[in-house]
């Protein structure tokens, strides 16, 4: 069975370096996501990504954060100048379509981010 | 935005069926009714969505009540491996994207 696959499962990063996480999302679907989850706190949704551009996006997702598709299979979360409350896990996600039209999200097994 | 109510909680013995209720009192004509669900340490894992009938796969079946108020979550024979967190989430128009509320943290007993 397809499956999103991440990069890398755990990650360490010292307070004001930068980040990148990567996602294979499954090979035909066009429309990609980022969430996160806190430690214990609810699974947040962060960005969405169409066609090459942000879809939607939420207040958490700022001017530190930014996504691109390099290439025609990885999608990647960049966090710059990392901050203890960045600690976190970051979900991928992938869905073949607009999810109005009953199509559903698939997610990743996550990253796990650790700001020290 | 509609939104969706869940237990906080629940337990099931082991074996026995699972009925995790849902409602959706303010769920528009065109908002699917999706489930995941996301066991200890893991991604989110889709279960069932459907928008006005009742679904079957090989995981759950999704009833949805005939007003679409409400909904419930059936695992046939619920197994240790089903304890999760349970999320009964609604999908809107064009691609807004879905929406983590707190779930239902299921519990199963051997």
């Known amino acids: 069975e397809p499956e999103v696959t991440q990069t890398p499962s755990h990650q360490v990063t010292q307070m004001g370096q930068e980040v990148i996480l990567r996602c294979v999302p499954i090979?035909?679907?066009?429309?990609f996501y980022w969430y996160r989850q806190i430690l214990g706190q609810k699974v947040e949704f962060l960005v969405s990504?169409?066609?090459?551009?942000?879809?939607?996006k939420s207040e958490i997702f700022d001017d530190q954060f930014s996504v691109e598709r390099p290439d025609g299979s990885n999608f990647t979360l960049k966090i710059r100048s990392t901050k203890l409350e960045d600690s976190a896990m970051y979900f991928c996600?992938?869905?073949?379509?607009?999810?109005?039209?009953?199509?559903?999200?698939?997610f990743g097994e996550g990253s796990w981010l650790t700001v020290v | 935005d509609a939104k969706t109510t869940q237990p906080n909680s629940m337990e099931s013995n082991e074996e026995e069926p699972v009925h995790l209720p849902c409602n959706h009192s303010?769920?528009?004509?065109?908002?699917?009714i999706h489930w995941y669900r996301q066991l200890p340490s893991q991604g989110p894992e889709y279960v069932i969505h459907g928008l006005t009938s009742n679904v079957n796969n090989r995981m759950a079946s999704l009833a949805i009540a005939e007003d679409r108020k409400s909904s419930t979550l059936i695992l046939h024979r619920a197994t240790l491996r089903d304890a999760a967190v349970y999320y009964c989430?609604?999908?809107?128009?064009?691609?807004?994207?879905?929406?983590f509320g707190k779930g239902t943290r299921l519990s199963v007993i051997a």
């Open positions: 303010t769920i528009s004509g065109t908002d699917y």
């Open positions: 996600a992938s869905s073949r379509d607009f999810l109005s039209s009953g199509n559903t999200i698939y």
């Open positions: 990504f169409y066609n090459n551009e942000i879809s939607e």
């Open positions: 989430i609604l999908g809107y128009s064009g691609n807004t994207p879905l929406v």
């Open positions: 090979s035909n679907h066009l429309y």
